[in-house]
C-alpha cells in the first residue's frame, strides 16, 4: 500500500551505529588521556618519596653523628682531663674550708624564751 506522502530518503540515512562509534571513541580517548594523567602524577609522588626518604636517612645519618660528638664531650675522663688543664681544678681536698651557715632567730624569739 502506497502511502500518500512519501517518507524523505535523507532522514533515514542518519544511523546510530555513528553517533555509538563517535561516543565510543570519544570514551577511548578520555580514559587514554586520563591514564597518562595518572601516570604522570604516579611518577611525580614518587620522586617526591624518593627525595623525602633520602632525607629522613641524611637526617638519621646526621643524628647518629650527633649522638656520637655527645657522648665524646661528655665522657668522663674527657671532661676530667679538661677540668685539670684548662680550669686548673684538682682532686686534692686538703685546701678546702669547711663553712656552716646557721639559720639566725627570729628578732621576736630569745634564746631564753621558749
Do not use: C
Request: net charge positive; aromatic share 10%.
Amino acid at each position: 500500500m502506497l502511502t500518500r506522502f512519501p517518507r524523505p530518503t535523507h532522514l533515514n540515512a542518519f544511523k546510530w551505529r555513528g553517533l555509538f562509534l563517535f561516543i565510543l571513541i570519544m570514551l577511548l580517548l578520555a580514559s587514554l588521556v586520563g591514564v597518562v594523567r595518572v601516570q604522570h602524577e604516579i611518577r611525580h609522588l614518587e620522586t617526591q618519596y624518593y627525595k623525602s626518604l633520602k632525607a629522613a636517612l641524611t637526617a638519621h645519618e646526621e643524628w647518629g653523628r650527633l649522638q656520637l660528638e655527645k657522648k665524646y664531650l661528655t665522657a668522663p675522663a674527657r671532661v676530667e682531663q679538661l677540668a685539670r688543664t684548662q680550669l686548673n681544678m684538682t682532686s686534692d681536698k686538703s685546701n678546702f674550708e669547711t663553712l656552716y651557715l646557721y639559720k639566725e632567730a627570729p628578732d621576736s624569739l630569745e634564746v631564753g624564751d621558749e
